[in-house]
């Protein structure tokens, strides 16, 4: 079966600096990934997807980069703030799995004012 | 996501001891999930449904069931608690999507933190 794994587990940068996180995956049969944001206390929240015909997405300060050849994705967070400081996990799918989510192990993000 | 609630929110329970875990929703979806949450291992998927009738296995189904008793309402329950299964537990719904999209956006619930001792 699929299996994704993001990288790191941590992250610490100051405020107005980039961030970026790494998944990989194993199943050249996924074709569709998103990426949660879960703050303390709360469920995850869908925050950005990208589906296999894309190469790039961006939404703001957000942004995520899908390499199919090499099987992995990113995601990329511009100009952070405070309040971007939480547990963000990516996820693959594949079509014929239905609404079926792999996740990969989470990155806890910290931005220091 | 207030659509998606979860009860209880927090729970402590005895090793052997039979627990529920329920959830509801008010946005009408077909589909719902549950998945557990591990430091270091992410969100594992227990058990889905997609609808009424369809009730499916996930990664780590062993030591749970579920029911969908309606539309709107997913239980699962752990027949007889084990220390391992201490985690923090989600509920989540989705809709089939529509206009040639091949997969759905998940709303989770805010969690139930389950200790068993």
């Known amino acids: 079966g699929e299996n994704v794994e993001q990288h790191p587990s941590t992250l610490s940068v100051q405020e107005g600096d980039s961030a970026v996180i790494k998944c990989t995956y194993s199943?050249?049969?996924?074709?569709?990934f998103p990426w949660y944001k879960q703050e303390l206390g709360k469920g995850p929240q869908l925050i950005i997807d990208i589906r296999s015909n894309v190469g790039e997405k961006k939404d703001q300060r957000i942004a995520v980069t899908l390499n199919k050849t090499a099987k992995h994705f990113s995601l990329h967070i511009t100009e952070t703030q405070p309040e971007d400081s939480a547990v963000y996990f990516c996820a693959a799918s594949m079509e014929n799995q239905g609404g079926k989510l792999i996740f990969g192990q989470g990155t806890e993000l910290s931005v220091k004012p | 996501d207030a659509d998606v609630t979860q009860t209880p929110r927090n729970r402590i329970t005895k090793t052997g001891k039979r627990i529920m875990l329920e959830c509801s929703q008010t946005k009408g979806h077909d589909r719902m999930y549950w998945y557990r949450q591990d430091p270091g291992l992410g969100l594992r998927l227990i058990y889905y449904s997609f609808d009424v009738k369809d009730i499916n296995k996930g990664e780590i189904s062993d030591g749970y069931s579920v029911s969908r008793q309606a539309q709107a309402k997913f239980s699962l329950s752990l027949e007889s608690a084990i220390p391992n299964q201490t985690a923090l537990y989600f509920c989540?719904?989705?809709?089939?999507?529509?206009?040639?999209?091949?997969?759905?956006?998940?709303?989770f619930g805010p969690g139930t933190r389950l200790t068993v001792l």
């Open positions: 199943d050249s049969a996924s074709n569709y």
């Open positions: 989540a719904t989705s809709d089939p999507p529509g206009g040639g999209a091949y997969t759905d956006t998940q709303y």
